[in-house]
């Protein structure tokens, strides 16, 4: 997960003048603004009108509406008018509707639970910060609109990602593994809280829960000899009950744990490896 970090003129400071002390390389990483926001880095000038509104104000403004009419209702002037206050005024604070979304998902998703991993074993550690993802969704299922397209950044993202690597702490999995691990985990919850938010928005609108009758639809359309597998899930009755969302999600919780207990069980009992190559 390195980055290249040259910065400008680090060509010219590979090769100094006789005599002269090399330059150290400057890095050209800059913390996108947003960022330098949600950590309390950028402060606003001094100079000029007393601003009218907070950023948390802003920010909580942007939640309210966000769960109310959708995220996709949000834009400035909305946002603008809830508050009562001109359009221009809340770039302030944002640069772009974008920096608000980011810093509005970063609030949303609040703190981590306390993990130990004096006191609590890695899976349970792991089962306690999926849930706790998962359970935050539940309460902001907008924040699952909104794209992800950068790593963590966010002070509350970074406590998650933080908490999640503690829970591995005592494991012998490399650094790259665990980060692996909260990736595939990660996804594996905002893919189940996804379907679960778009089950529930169908069935909100006034929708038929489709799963307690899908085996009797597709029994009416698949043709036993081309589809026998399904007909044999049709006929156990498996595809007409009423699924519990909770168990579907911690049975495939549970099976990815299960991978990283296989993982770690290949390193053997003394912690080193044991047939397997180095981690990469």
Same mark, same amino acid.
């Given at each position: 997960?390195?980055?290249?970090?040259?910065?400008?003129?680090?060509?010219?400071?590979?090769?100094?003048?006789?005599?002269?002390?090399?330059?150290?390389?400057?890095?050209?990483?800059?913390?996108?603004?947003?960022?330098?926001?949600?950590?309390?880095?950028?402060?606003?000038?001094?100079?000029?009108?007393?601003?009218?509104?907070?950023?948390?104000?802003?920010?909580?403004?942007?939640?309210?509406?966000?769960?109310?009419?959708?995220? *996709?209702?949000?834009?400035?002037?909305?946002?603008?008018?809830?508050?009562?206050?001109?359009?221009?005024?809340?770039?302030?604070?944002?640069?772009?509707?974008?920096?608000?979304?980011?810093?509005?998902?970063?609030?949303?998703?609040?703190?981590?639970?306390?993990?130990?991993?004096?006191?609590?074993?890695?899976?349970?550690?792991? %089962?306690?910060?999926? =849930?706790?993802?998962?359970?935050?969704?539940?309460?902001?299922?907008?924040?699952?609109?909104?794209?992800? %397209?950068?790593?963590?950044?966010?002070?509350?993202?970074?406590?998650?990602?933080?908490?999640?690597?503690?829970?591995?702490?005592?494991?012998?999995?490399?650094?790259?593994?665990?980060?692996?691990?909260?990736?595939?985990?990660?996804?594996?919850?905002?893919?189940?809280?996804?379907?679960?938010?778009?089950?529930?928005?169908?069935?909100?609108?006034?929708?038929?829960?489709?799963?307690?009758?899908?085996?009797?639809?597709?029994?009416?359309?698949?043709?036993?000899?081309?589809?026998?597998?399904?007909?044999?899930?049709?006929?156990? *009755?498996?595809?007409?009950? =009423?699924?519990?969302?909770?168990?579907?999600?911690?049975?495939?919780?549970?099976?990815?744990?299960?991978?990283?207990?296989?993982?770690?069980?290949?390193?053997?009992?003394? *912690?080193?490896?044991?047939?397997r190559g180095a981690a990469p």
């Amino acid at each position: 997960m390195a980055a290249r970090m040259d910065g400008p003129g680090s060509a010219d400071a590979s090769s100094p003048a006789s005599g002269e002390t090399p330059a150290e390389p400057r890095s050209s990483t800059r913390l996108p603004p947003v960022i330098s926001l949600a950590w309390g880095l950028q402060r606003r000038p001094a100079r000029g009108p007393r601003p009218g509104l907070t950023l948390d104000r802003l920010v909580a403004a942007g939640i309210e509406v966000a769960s109310t009419e959708g995220v *996709g209702s949000l834009s400035m002037g909305r946002l603008a008018k809830q508050l009562g206050v001109g359009t221009m005024s809340l770039y302030r604070y944002v640069s772009a509707k974008d920096d608000l979304l980011t810093l509005m998902v970063d609030n949303a998703l609040g703190r981590p639970p306390a993990i130990d991993p004096a006191t609590q074993d890695w899976r349970e550690g792991l %089962t306690l910060w999926a =849930e706790g993802v998962r359970a935050a969704y539940r309460r902001h299922p907008w924040a699952l609109r909104v794209p992800i %397209t950068a790593p963590p950044l966010g002070p509350n993202n970074v406590a998650w990602l933080e908490a999640a690597l503690q829970a591995q702490a005592n494991t012998p999995l490399s650094e790259q593994e665990k980060l692996s691990s909260t990736l595939l985990i990660s996804g594996f919850v905002r893919n189940e809280s996804t379907l679960t938010a778009d089950f529930a928005r169908g069935a909100g609108a006034g929708g038929e829960q489709v799963m307690p009758k899908y085996g009797e639809l597709l029994a009416m359309v698949l043709p036993e000899d081309r589809f026998p597998a399904l007909h044999r899930a049709i006929h156990s *009755g498996a595809l007409s009950d =009423e699924d519990d969302i909770d168990h579907e999600f911690d049975f495939g919780l549970q099976r990815i744990l299960d991978g990283v207990a296989a993982l770690i069980e290949q390193y053997g009992p003394g *912690g080193g490896q044991s047939g397997r190559g180095a981690a990469p």
